[in-house]
Every structure is written in C-alpha cells, then in structure tokens.
C-alpha cells in the first residue's frame, strides 16, 4: 500500500487529513499509530478554524520525525530542518496554486457552522483533501528520499565530495552515533570516564602556508589515526574544523595521562610538518549530567590550555564555570539587550602626531546592563562571533556611527571618520553590505566618512573578494590588529586595504628589543612603499610616540591620548578641538 493509499483509507474511516498523513508515515518511522493519531489530534484545531492546511502542519511533523534531531544545540541539523520547511511550502503553493488554507482548498469556511454543513452535506473533505494529501505526501516522499541518500552516500566513502545540506546530516549523523556510544559508556559504570578534547595550535597558519587542501589532508589524517588508536571504549568526533573530542574510559590518573602523551606522540607529525595540539580534559564525576555539558567542560579546558606556555594540556577547573555562568548570562540577556537599548557606542580618537589633532574614531561598543553594569566586548563578542549574534550588534553600531557622522557633517566637521569594525560573521555573505549601504544613503552621509575594520587573518580567498567589492564600491578598508598572529606577508598581496593598523600586542613586542625596532622601522617603510597609510593601536607612552613618529607613523590610538569615551563626550571634545559652538 502506497502512503497516499493509507492516508486515503485512515480519512476515510474518520481520522482528519494530519492523522490520516502521519498515520500513514508511523509505522516506517518507527512509531506507534495510536500514539500518532493522539499526537495530531489537535492539529484539526487549525483547519476548524479556518486556518493553515491540517496536511501541511502533519508533513512537517513527519519530516521532523524522519530527521529526528532531539539535541536542541544540533544548530545544523535544525538548519537543515528549517531549510527542507521552506522548500516543503514553497513546493506546496506551487503545486497547489497559491492555497495553503482549509478555507481555500475547500472553498468553505471550516470555522462557520453553515460553512462546516456544506462540507458535511457535499463530502467535500474525502473530494477535495486529498489532493493536498497527495501533494503533501509526495513531496514529503521525495524528501525523506533524499536525506537517506545523501545520508549514504557519505557512509560509503568518506572522501566524496559533499555539499553544504550533506555535509549537515553527515556531521549529525556522526554527532548521534557519537553521542550514543558515550552515553553507554556512562552508563556502565565500570571504569572512570575522560572527556579529552584538542585542536591543532595555529591551525589557520598551516592552511594557510601549505593550502587549504593540505589543512584537509592534515585532518583527515587526524581522524584516520584516530580510528586506529581507539580501542573498543574510545570513543571519538571531528567536532567542528580542527576541534576533535575522544571520550575515554580509564583507570588511574597516570593511564589517563599516558593516553594523552600517546595521542601526543601519534599525532605529532603530518608529512614532515609538526602538529602541536593543545588539550582540555573532564574527568566525569556526576554522570547525569548532559553530555553536551561535559564536552563543554573539555572545551573549556582546551581552550585555557592554548593560552599556556608551560604546558599543552589543562584539567576543568570548577573556576571555568564562572565563564561558563558569564557565558550563560550573556545569552541569555543579549536579545533584551538589543531590544533595550543597553549597548552604546563608545568612540576613540585617533590623533595625528605631527598636528597633534583628532583625524578620526573608532567605534567600540559597550553593554551597559542594568545590573552588571558595564561589560566589556572582550566578554561578549567572541561569544556573539559563535552563536552568530554579532550581526545584529553591528548594524546596531554602525547605524550609530551614521548618525554620528550625520551629526558631524551637519556641524561642517568633514574630516572625521568614523571606522566600525566589521566581524568576519558578516563576509559569509553579501547581506551585510546592503546594510551598510542602506544607513548611508538612509543619513545622507559620505561613503568616505564610514571606514570598515576587518581583521587580518590568514589568507581566505573568499574573503579577500569581499573585501575587493568593498572597495570597488568605494569603501575604505583597515586592517584591524595587523602582526597579531595569523600574520601573513601574503594578505597583503590578496587584499585591496586602505589601512593597516598595527597591532597592540605586535608593537609592544617590536620595541622591546633594538632589532625588533629595526622590524616595525621596515613595515612602516614598506607599507608606505604599498601606498598603504598606518595607524598604530593601543599606544600608551610617550617612548612609543616618540619612536612611531620618528620612524614615520604619524597615526596613532591609545590610552596615551585618550580612553574610548561615550558618544556624547567624544562629540564635545571635537567640537572643542575644531572650535564649534554646538547649536
Ligand atoms: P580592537 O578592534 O582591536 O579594538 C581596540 C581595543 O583596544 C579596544 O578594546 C580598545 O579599548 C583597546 N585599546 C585602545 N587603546 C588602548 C591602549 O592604549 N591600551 C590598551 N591596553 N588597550 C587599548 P575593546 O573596546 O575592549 O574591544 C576589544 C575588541 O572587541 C576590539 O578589538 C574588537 O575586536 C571587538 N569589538 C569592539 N567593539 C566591536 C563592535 O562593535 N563590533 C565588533 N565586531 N567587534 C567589536
Ligand atoms: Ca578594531
Ligand atoms: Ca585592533
């Protein structure tokens, strides 16, 4: 029986179309039919009142049950569910001329008594719903069709080449298998468990010296290897780019550190180039706790662990929960925040030496929390970089700084830019710039005015067209924190920027020593061979502007001449300057 026959026969033994849909998918699905009749039921609320297609919510539901994530941090495979939605509606329409209502399909309205009469009286439902139920059943079909063959695909070789909605449900898929044998290995309760999550040190320096393919070949290698070394209660994930977890059983604390020295040691090498890992561990002690929680804990870890020098593997500190609370307390506050109004642009001047004079700002936000009081980016912004939040951040400051330039213009100071920093979020795709676009033309201010900071990082081809299109399009382009790191000569060749700003730490480091002086003597040198101009940040002595002026970088930032400072008091201290009466 096909499922549009089952559905037809369910409808036509009483059950509405979203029972008559889901019961005709349960069975396959793995799924009892009463307990599905009893999960559709209210489903017929919609289409009594009048409202979207009983066929439409039951698809939806099926297609959930068919991808089955239940893991609400699984943010790709709801990427992917959200995705296979939209298709579902607009293949829907499309089939069905626009109709996704009861009302429409049926030509009644459901919610009137006298409407439901002439249903009742002509039959319509058993006429006419099943041509919704069929469209909705073969589209549902194809679907589900089409997550199990990519689904194989990917199991047969590991190599092929995949696509972005193939690549979400292998990574998922493996995230389930994953998550099913750790939470087995909790449950036996025979051996102690070890969460021991690494990453490659300056990974980003390896793709970006050798190629992206071999940064590749590099992680494939990381998991082959992988794949050997686990024995049957090892147990272990490609989390994300060179993240991986191995969740282990042990006994004693030196076999857990063994364990470590040997994956140390089997994975310290990849074709003559040295891989240095940095390790974080969680030995589990309440093993109820979610599995995602301890992974995190293991994150944590790793993370501390890339900051140390002395070693490249650190334990969970209860201490790392108070990130972890902070991390907690940010999002959860960040949307009310942007609803009310608690971060604030915050402006630094930047001087010119030689005038002595503010020749522009930059823009940096602050969250002023009602509470907490001030909380400062370093906070918050790597967490808003992940979770993806910063976006909505920075149209909220750069639509600040328009108004600021607005104001500035309107008082005849034209020779203030002000320059918004640009978080790497945005150059995935091109909707960030229609919104650039959008608050210049909506203030009426000068292009020129609005300068963007992006930060420099290893090379990254798509970037660097981004950056070109910006500056095709008349943008003037920093390079925000230059020689913090990923420092590569070869940005320099890629990427069409106006500016390089050299970095605090980058600085400090050059003069400490004579020969580190003759280096920054050179850049400088050299980016003014590149047409480039220079600004250097976080300058704080006057040692530095002594030496940054004599060398010949007459821009410079830093508390030496003035902390960031809110709007308002940036706003009086130009004017001061350019001796403005404010209106
Ligand atoms: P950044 O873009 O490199 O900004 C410069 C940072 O150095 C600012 O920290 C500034 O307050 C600090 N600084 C300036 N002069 C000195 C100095 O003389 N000495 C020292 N020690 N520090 C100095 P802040 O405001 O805490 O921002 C930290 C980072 O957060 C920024 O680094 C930037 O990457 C990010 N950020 C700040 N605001 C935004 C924003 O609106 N959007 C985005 N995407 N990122 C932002
Ligand atoms: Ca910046
Ligand atoms: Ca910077």
Redesign the pocket.
């Known amino acids: 029986m096909t499922h549009l026959e089952k559905a037809v026969e369910l409808q036509k033994n009483g059950y509405h179309c979203s029972q008559a849909i889901i019961g005709a998918f349960a069975n396959e699905l793995g799924y009892n039919l009463k307990d599905c009749f009893k999960i559709s039921t209210c489903f017929g609320g919609g289409m009594r009142e009048g409202g979207i297609c009983g066929c439409i919510t039951a698809s939806f539901m099926v297609l959930g049950m068919a991808f089955g994530f239940y893991d609400p941090q699984d943010k790709e495979l709801e990427l992917y569910g959200n995705k296979k939605a939209e298709e579902f509606l607009s293949l829907f329409k499309e089939q069905m001329a626009g109709d996704i209502t009861c009302k429409a399909i049926l030509g009644q309205d459901i919610s009137k008594p006298e409407g439901l009469a002439v249903i009742r009286k002509e039959g319509l439902m058993l006429k006419l719903c099943p041509r919704a139920m069929r469209v909705c059943i073969a589209i549902v079909e194809e679907m589900i069709a089409d997550y199990h063959t990519r689904k194989n695909d990917f199991s047969k070789v590991d190599t092929v080449e995949t696509d972005d909605l193939t690549s979400i449900i292998k990574h998922a898929d493996k995230r389930r298998r994953f998550t099913g044998s750790v939470a087995k290995l909790l449950d036996s309760m025979d051996k102690k468990v070890a969460f021991i999550q690494f990453d490659i040190k300056r990974f980003k320096i390896i793709n970006d010296l050798y190629g992206e393919k071999f940064g590749d070949e590099v992680l494939f290698f990381i998991s082959e290897k992988l794949k050997t070394i686990c024995s049957e209660n090892q147990f272990f994930m490609n989390v994300r780019a060179d993240v991986f977890i191995i969740v282990t059983e042990y006994e004693t604390d030196d076999e857990l550190d063994d364990i470590i020295t040997r994956l140390e040691e089997d994975l310290e090498e990849f074709k003559e180039v040295k891989l240095q890992l940095s390790f974080g561990v969680y030995t589990v002690e309440d093993r109820e706790m979610e599995i995602r929680q301890m992974e995190d804990r293991a994150a944590m870890a790793r993370k501390a662990a890339k900051k140390e020098v002395v070693t490249n593997r650190l334990f969970y500190q209860e201490q790392f929960k108070e990130l972890l609370y902070t991390r907690k307390f940010i999002e959860e506050n960040m949307n009310s925040a942007i609803n009310e109004k608690q971060f604030k642009m ?1 402006l ?1 001047p930047k001087y010119s030496i030689s005038k002595n004079k503010i020749v522009g700002a ?5 969250w002023i929390h009602p509470q907490r009081g001030m909380v ?3 906070e918050f ?1 790597p967490i808003f ?1 992940e979770n993806g939040f ?1 976006r909505m ?2 149209y909220y ?1 750069w639509e600040e700084a328009c108004h600021f330039i607005k104001k500035c213009t309107g008082l005849g100071i034209k020779d203030c830019p002000v320059s ?4 790497r979020q945005h150059l995935k795709d091109m909707e960030f710039m229609r919104v650039l676009v959008a608050y210049i033309r909506n203030n009426a201010i000068d292009k020129s005015l609005l300068e963007l ?1 992006i ?1 420099e990082t290893a090379n990254d081809e798509k970037i660097s067209k981004v950056a070109e299109q910006l500056k095709e399009d008349g943008f003037t382009l920093l390079m ?2 230059f020689g913090s790191g990923y420092s590569s000569l070869n940005v320099l060749l890629e990427t069409p920027f106006d500016v390089l ?1 050299l ?2 730490k980058f600085m400090d480091n050059m003069m400490a020593s004579d020969k580190g002086k003759l280096i920054l003597e050179y850049v400088v040198a050299m980016a003014k061979k590149l047409e480039l101009e220079l600004l250097a ?4 002595t006057k040692e530095q502007v002594e030496l940054l002026s004599k060398i010949g970088c007459d821009r410079v ?4 001449y003035a ?2 400072m809110p709007q308002e008091e940036f706003f009086e201290m130009l004017c001061r300057e350019r001796e403005i009466e404010k209106a």
Request: glycine share 6%; net charge negative; proline share 5%.
């Open positions: 915050y630094q930059e823009a940096l936000v602050r400062y980016p370093n912004i970089e910063i951040v920075d400051i918004v920093n640009v978080s900071e930060t925000d924190d700003k970095d605090k940040e976080g300058v704080e930032q830093g508390y030496y902390k960031p």
